[in-house]
């Protein structure tokens, strides 16, 4: 009932996203259709030329979808936030299964009806188009079909990319650690992949029952119809991606924190000034951020201090904040992008315990917790593992030593994991609003390890060059965050299950 509820009272939204989805599975599948068909022909009768090109489709479709999605990000053309990523890697997918199945469709061929053909008198067109192609027919259906069903459920990750579908709605379930959002988005996912897969199959056990001239005929209108559907969708989103004109993309990373501190930038630009706002929140993490600013596909976002510094930077760590802030300041300036006042709170690194093992064991200090760690199990994010201010550094700095390597695991994930007793010890957010209603204890960084962690927008200077109402409008935020307010309003998303932007309006409402 909770889930018909949610899908009640976000119709728009859910139609909305269910549309986006549809045109990245159609123009992908319909482009993947227009070449893997001739290229599995080619790769049939000279495979000399079309080996190399189906091995390319093996090589891609080895690639874990989201490493692909972070290969193509800053690449020219083909790159960047949004759809065209999204279709770019749905095609890449695709290719594999319609290639394969066409290769094995005109090879399956008996030779001895080629052969009958021929001396029959036919020409080599008519024996393709009246021997060969309709035979192979039922396997090329069958590959589009598989191709159908794997881009229904890559395009859901596309969301980590801005591509929108009903990924949002999983992703955003997962940030708010949310069943019921997750499902509102897997549901449909699932179900338009079965609808694809019944309908594809239904075509597909009809062409074999006729395997008649008709049948082929019939099949490319339908495969014709598609592709010109595809491609006048493609069309219209283009249109209206231009039509939009001047429009302030606000991005955010994949956490709680920081789509609520994306609703912040968004709804203050709307109500401060008269420019029109584009919400790509909820994406992969720091690095797609940071990328898509620098390749204009993001006008602005919430970075860290001492994350810029050290993770995108590769600066060593330093504890002074003023001189963070100037180097970043500097190093962003070089790339084109320009850093605004901060927002006035710090969200350091938490390294967390569960209370009562912290009152039992007497735990203040993260050096404290080294002395038991050869027995706890860890669990940190995937950044924090890799990067500069992450794991390695703070291992080699306390002597931290565990009885497993660390669980990689999703952030949204990490604090239930420590309140289930699946893990001892993890790197959370000091603004979290799960610290209090796990009651986790906070270690004391004694050693002073992580770098400052001011909360700082990051925006295009070309973006601040055409719109200088941008600065003014979102100066109303600058020092007036805390880190108080902060762990509240994600304590509000994260353990009541509100919604980051009615959050995010109630306080800009009361800072007014």
Not at 21 to 32: P, Q, R, Y
Not at 108 to 122: I, N, Y
Not at 246 to 261: A, H
Request: glycine fraction near 10%.
């Amino acid at each position: 009932m909770k889930l018909l509820g949610f899908w009640s009272s976000h119709r728009a939204e859910l139609v909305g996203l269910l549309t986006q989805h549809l045109f990245l599975v159609a123009v992908s599948t319909g482009v993947a259709i227009a070449a893997g068909v001739p290229i599995g022909i080619l790769a049939a009768r000279r495979p000399r030329y079309g080996a190399p090109i189906v091995w390319l489709a093996n090589v891609a479709q080895t690639i874990p979808s989201l490493a692909m999605f972070g290969f193509l990000l800053p690449l020219p053309l083909v790159g960047g936030l949004g759809s065209r990523v999204a279709i770019t890697v749905l095609i890449l997918y695709a290719l594999l299964p319609i290639v394969r199945t066409t290769v094995a469709g005109m090879r399956s061929v008996d030779p001895a009806l080629v052969e009958a053909g021929t001396a029959l008198g036919m020409r080599p067109g008519q024996l393709f188009r009246q021997v060969e192609l309709p035979l192979a027919l039922p396997s090329i259906v069958a590959g589009i079909r598989v191709a159908a069903v794997i881009g229904v459920g890559t395009a859901t990750i596309a969301a980590a990319v801005g591509a929108g579908g009903l990924g949002e709605y999983i992703f955003r379930g997962l940030a708010m650690v949310e069943p019921t959002v997750v499902l509102a988005g897997a549901i449909p996912a699932a179900l338009l992949a079965l609808a694809l897969d019944g309908t594809l199959t239904l075509v597909e056990r009809a062409i074999r029952r006729s395997l008649t001239v008709g049948a082929v005929r019939l099949l490319k209108v339908g495969l014709a119809v598609i592709f010109v559907g595809a491609l006048s969708l493609t069309v219209v989103m283009i249109a209206k991606a231009r039509s939009q004109g001047d429009v302030i993309r606000v991005g955010s990373k994949n956490f709680t924190e920081q789509i609520i501190l994306g609703e912040f930038l968004a709804q203050t630009i709307e109500t401060r000034s008269p420019l029109r706002v584009e919400r790509r929140l909820n994406l992969g993490g720091t690095f797609i951020c940071d990328r898509a600013v620098r390749a204009g596909e993001l006008d602005i976002y919430v970075e860290y201090s001492g994350t810029a510094y050290t993770a995108i930077f590769h600066e060593p760590p330093e504890t002074d904040p003023q001189r963070v802030l100037e180097t970043i300041r500097r190093r962003y300036a070089d790339a084109g992008v320009a850093l605004l006042d901060p927002l006035g709170f710090e969200n350091t690194f938490a390294i967390l315990v569960r209370g009562d093992d912290a009152a039992r064991l007497k735990l203040r200090t993260i050096e404290d917790a080294a002395a038991h760690s050869r027995g706890w199990r860890a669990g940190f994010g995937y950044e924090f593992l890799q990067r500069d201010d992450g794991y390695p550094g703070l291992a080699r700095t306390y002597g931290l030593t565990f009885a497993a390597p660390p669980r990689a695991m999703d952030l949204s994930l990490i604090y239930r994991a420590l309140a289930d007793r699946r893990v001892d010890l993890i790197a959370g957010d000091a603004t979290s609003g799960l610290i209090d209603a796990y009651g986790f204890t906070m270690l004391v960084d004694n050693r002073r390890y992580f770098p400052p962690y001011d909360a700082v927008p990051v925006v295009r200077s070309g973006t601040l060059l055409a719109h200088p109402e941008l600065r003014s409008a979102l100066a109303a935020l600058s020092g007036r965050i805390t880190v108080a307010d902060m762990r509240r309003m994600n304590r509000a998303v994260d353990a009541d299950r509100r919604d980051p932007a009615d959050v995010a309006r109630e306080f800009l409402a009361r800072i007014r």
